[in-house]
Each structure stands twice: as C-alpha cells, then as structure tokens.
C-alpha cells in the first residue's frame, strides 16, 4: 500500500457513504480539517453533520452519534482506534484521516495518514484536502479548500522547522496559488503577525530567530527602522505592517537585521521564511495570512466555539466573522493578562528550570500560549513551567512547558522531559522539544518542578 492509496480507499469510502458524520478536533487544523470535510460532501451531495471534540477518549465518545452514518474521524482517531473497537464499530463503518501516530487494533479500519510514509510536515487538514481533491479532482472549490489545508498546515506548525511548508504541503499550496486563493510570498522575513503587527512590534516580538538588540525591544526596533529611513506610518497615519513594505524596504530590513546578528555571531539560517498570503481578503485583517487565520481559528476552538471558526472557513465574512474577530481578540487580552501575571508575580527559579502556578486564574486551554509569551521576556535559559488546575476535573494538574529554538539546539527536549517526569507518577505527557504539556495528578504536584528540573539538568550539554 502506499499514501495515495490509502487516500484513494478512504475517498471511495466517503463517496459511497449514504450520510456522513465528520468528527474533529478543535484546533486550526482540526477546524480547518472539518470545514474541507463538509464541503466534500456538500459538493458530493452526500448528507453530512459535525462533531467537535476536545479530544477523542472515552468521555467524548458519546458525541460519536449511534447511528448508520459513515463516521469520518479527522485530525483525530489514529491513536483512539481501541475506543471504535470497543464501540463496536465495523470497518465500513468508519474511515479515519489524521496524522498523528497509529495505534494497532484488530479492526482493520480504513485510514489516510502521512506519517507512517514518512510525510512528517502533513496535518490532517492537508490529508483532508488531497482525500477532498481524490474524490473530485475537477472540485470547483479546490482553491478554497487548499486555503483551509495551507491555514490547517500552518496552525499545526508544519511550516515551522523548514521556515516554510514542504512536500505534499507545499504542493497543496501552489494548488492554491494556481487557482487564485493563494500567493506564496518567498524569501520574507520569519516572523508573525505580517497582515496585523506595525513594523516594530513585528521585529521586536521576533523570538525564532532571535536578533540580539532588536528582540524584546521596541525601542531599538523603533531606532532600526529610523535608521534605514523606512516609515512606520502610511501618508494617511495608519501603522504600516510588513505586507506594505516595497521590495526595497523588504531588503533593507533583511540586510539590517543579517548585519545585526553576524555581527554578534548569530546563525542566521532562520531569518527568512516563506509566508502564504490570500490575496482574496481584506488587506489589514487576520484572515490575510495563514499564520493569523489560524491564531483566529485556534481562539475560536480554545473558547469553545470552533462552530465559528468553522463558518469563517466556509466563507462567511458577516456574522461569524466579527464573532471570530471579537473571540480572537479576548484571545489576545486574556493571554496578555496571563504574561503579565506571570512577569508581576514572578517565577521560581531552579538550576535549570523556572516554574510557577496559576491555579485557576487562567483557563487551562490558553496557559500554555501565555507560558510561552511570558519566557520571551525571561530568562531564556531556564524553559518555563506553568501549572495550573482544570475546572472540569478537581484531581488533575495540568502542566505547560515552553523553551525556545536555541535551547533545543543545547539538547533541551521537554517532551522527552515531561512524558519521564509525569508517567513515574502516574501521569501523561507529550508535545514536542520546544513545547510540551502533561496532565499529573493532583497529589503528585508537590515536588514535580524539581523532578522536572532534575531531567533537564541532565539534558543540557
Ligand atoms: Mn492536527
């Protein structure tokens, strides 16, 4: 078997279903992944409905409706193939499009995944999207569809590690440029927030790649750009963002930014990225680019409301839009309130790891995005930890750990860290080297940071 055929099966899975339920996350990759779904079938006239979950376990298994649907299980599944079986659930009865690890079960379900073929960088919205494009290759929606897949990619961070989307990812995204929904803008500055940020709180916010004298400063942000004469301001007084610069202005940053960091030794192999642009949306808004649709998409979901996010998706730019506007900004405020909390109360500094509890002043859903803003303006050295408890379950702690690229190359990995440390107590965790969660029981928090610290301490080299 290979990838497309894999892809191949589960689309004739979809086209010969009498009724669809899609079931899905509720990140920008599991949103996007739901709204490339129900369009498929919209446009396959096969009836279909959604489910949103937080995550597929045996609590949630109960919004799988019990009935004679085709249940197409999307950005999730793969690891949760036991809770089917278990349910009783047939092979015909299922089809499955993720891209995280596969679990092996008797049943022999059908699934189009990437990762076993080694297409590390595809989330399940891109999976979701070349299943959509298998089922009709003449689809007249594909470059919508492409524009869900690019944001879905992107949210997941599968442009991240290569500064830009690669392999069947990329492909999804000249097929959108191809059909006008997409522009690849190459050779650009790395950095987030392109379409929104006024040119200083773009460079300055800069953590990946760090620039030293320019990070965490916006004054001296402020003074670069002065220097290279480039005006933060357009003629009628707006705050110009990055999209606005000329090809000159764009160089000029670049060389100046290049400058600055050879000159202090910095590798400057992180400094340029490739940025996906829909030239259908308005210029100044967060649905201009991959990067902030999916922050925009994520707020959404992390507020409960991945319906909204959904109906952006689909198209709409009325109700659901300043909806998802309204959401992404209490996104904002909220995290920018956690930072803050955080820098005002200060952390706990062990050898190697800096540690604080937030107990519920913040919803678990955000505290990691906050742990993470908070360190860029900490001591970088030390990767941050940030517990706090759940409103839904009074015996679990939920740990946040976040570090940065230049710790992981000195051989930080805090998933390695978090899944060591939680499961000798009865816990769980996973993520990756630079960002990881885990979930402790609650009796087992005491004395965990130290555990924790114990690991990393190890780590460093
Ligand atoms: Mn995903």
Redesign the pocket.
């Known amino acids: 078997m290979t990838f497309e055929d894999d892809i191949r099966a589960v689309a004739h899975q979809i086209q010969d279903a009498d009724a669809v339920t899609v079931i899905s996350?509720i990140?920008a990759?599991?949103i996007t992944?739901e709204a490339i779904m129900m369009q498929a079938c919209t446009d396959a006239e096969i009836p279909a409905k959604s489910v949103f979950v937080r995550q597929l376990e045996p609590m949630t298994m109960k919004y799988v409706p019990e009935d004679s649907s085709l249940k197409v299980f999307i950005?999730l599944g793969a690891g949760q193939q036991n809770l089917m079986e278990e349910r009783g659930m047939r092979t015909e009865e299922v089809a499955i499009i993720d891209?995280?690890i596969t679990q092996n079960v008797e049943t022999p379900y059908l699934q189009a995944n990437g990762q076993p073929y080694g297409h590390t960088q595809l989330?399940?919205?891109g999976v979701g999207y070349l299943v959509a494009k298998e089922m009709n290759p003449r689809h007249p929606h594909l470059g919508m569809l492409a524009k869900n897949a690019v944001v879905?990619n992107v949210g997941?961070m599968m442009a991240r590690e290569h500064c830009g989307l690669t392999g069947p990812a990329r492909e999804i995204a000249a097929d959108g440029e191809k059909a006008g929904t997409i522009e690849i803008l190459q050779r650009q500055f790395n950095s987030y927030g392109i379409s929104t940020r006024p040119l200083r709180i773009c460079l300055s916010y800069s953590d990946d790649p760090f620039i030293p004298g320019i990070s965490n400063n916006e004054l001296k942000a402020e003074t670069f750009l002065r220097k290279l004469e480039i005006e933060e301001r357009t003629a009628g007084g707006r705050q110009r963002v990055w999209e606005d610069l000329d090809q000159d202005e764009k160089s000029a940053i670049i060389n100046g930014l290049a400058q600055q960091m050879l000159a202090t030794g910095q590798d400057i192999s992180r400094l340029l990225a490739e940025h996906y642009i829909f030239p259908e949306e308005e210029r100044g808004t967060p649905l201009r680019n991959a990067s902030e649709y999916a922050t925009m998409l994520n707020a959404c979901g992390r507020w409960a409301r991945p319906r909204v996010g959904s109906a952006v998706c689909a198209g709409d730019r009325a109700q659901a839009y300043r909806e998802g506007e309204e959401m992404l900004r209490h996104h904002k405020r909220i995290i920018r309130e956690m930072m803050e909390y955080i820098l005002d109360t200060g952390t706990i500094a062990l050898s190697h790891i800096q540690h604080i509890h937030v107990r519920d002043r913040f919803p678990d859903t955000i505290v990691g995005i906050g742990a993470g803003m908070a360190l860029s303006k900490l001591d970088f050295e030390k990767p941050i930890m940030v517990l706090c408890y759940l409103n839904d379950d009074p015996e679990l702690v939920k740990v946040s750990m976040r570090t940065n690229t230049r710790m992981v190359e000195r051989g930080i990995d805090l998933q390695a860290a978090l899944m060591a440390a939680s499961e000798e107590i009865g816990g769980g965790g996973g993520g990756h080297k630079i960002a990881a969660g885990a979930y402790i029981p609650r009796n087992a928090e005491e004395g965990f940071a130290e555990r924790v610290n114990r690991i990393i301490a190890e780590q460093r080299r």
């Open positions: 996350h990140d990759d599991g992944s950005d891209h995280h989330s399940a919205a879905g997941d």
